[in-house]
């Protein structure tokens, strides 16, 4: 059985849009554009992990 993620995230966009100035139309700056992931919960290892000292 899979398990649902702990985070899904689809289609995330984001925009910024900048001012050109007096005779200069706006741009627009696209950072990100209709990605999508997901982020799934921690699983223990079965060789016990890292020690810290």
């Known amino acids: ?5 702990l985070i899904r995230l689809r289609e995330v ?3 910024y849009a900048l001012n050109g ?3 200069s139309q ?10 999508s992931f997901d982020i799934q919960r921690a699983k ?3 060789g016990g992990g890292v020690r810290l000292r």
Do not use: L, N
């Open 13 to 15: 966009r984001k925009h």
């Open 26 to 35: 706006k741009r627009v700056v696209k950072a990100v554009d209709g990605v």
């Open 21 to 23: 100035g007096i005779f």
């Open 1 to 5: 059985m899979k398990e649902e993620p």
């Open 44 to 46: 223990p290892s079965a």
